[in-house]
């Protein structure tokens, strides 16, 4: 890998940023950009390496988890326009402030656990990737199945294998009786199944 390292003014930012010029073997050539002028052109094209694989677990986490997917909204809060600033909460009373704290508690908690979910899905990725793929049910352009799968393959697998999972449960398991007068034959016939119906 070929690279030279050359600090410009850049006229979007108004000042001098780093402008690393790599030759890569196998990507090709790439122009990357830094506002912080003591970084190394080395260290840079590492950064850039972890951004990409930060990009996509960002959007396994959207996407197949929906960790993001939460909206802050709360009844009681006070109405604002789009993008006109914050609440003012030194204004606002104690309870006020109070369900505030608690809806950003929520939704921390939302983002913990849906970050706890997304390395449950990269555990049988990484241990039972054959038994995933063998489960999977769907069909990919790019699959390779002597490779580790990606958490929305896990999700697939583990939604395909879930009614032979209640299938292996008692009869008298505490899930199967939680579940089985919530399912609507219509919408979820799979698992509409015989012990389903004795448990309830």
């Not at 939460?70 to 204004?91: D, E, V």
């Not at 950003?104 to 038994?131: K, M, N, S, T, W």
């Not at 769907?138 to 999700?155: C, D, G, H, M, Y």
């Amino acid at each position: 890998m070929r690279y030279r390292s050359v600090d410009l003014l850049w006229r979007p930012l108004g000042q001098l940023a780093r402008f690393v010029l790599v030759d890569h073997p196998t990507r090709g050539r790439l122009i990357l950009l830094s506002t912080d002028l003591t970084l190394d052109p080395l260290a840079i094209i590492q950064l850039y390496g972890w951004r990409f694989k930060i990009e996509v677990s960002f959007k396994h986490t959207l996407h197949t988890v929906g960790t993001y997917a939460y909206h802050f909204w709360m009844k009681a809060m006070t109405p604002i326009r789009r993008g006109g600033g914050n609440q003012h909460l030194h204004h606002k009373s104690d309870r006020y402030r109070a369900q505030v704290r608690r809806k950003l508690a929520a939704y921390e908690r939302h983002i913990q656990i849906g970050l706890i979910v997304q390395g449950l899905l990269q555990y049988p990725a990484v241990f039972h990737h054959r038994d995933i793929w063998r489960f999977f049910g769907s069909w990919l352009r790019t699959a390779n199945v002597n490779a580790a799968p990606s958490e929305t393959v896990v999700a697939h697998a583990l939604r395909n294998t879930f009614p032979h999972f209640l299938l292996s449960l008692p009869k008298t398991d505490k899930l199967m009786k939680f579940l089985a007068p919530k399912l609507d034959p219509h919408r979820s016939p799979n698992l509409c199944l015989f012990p389903l119906e004795q448990a309830a």
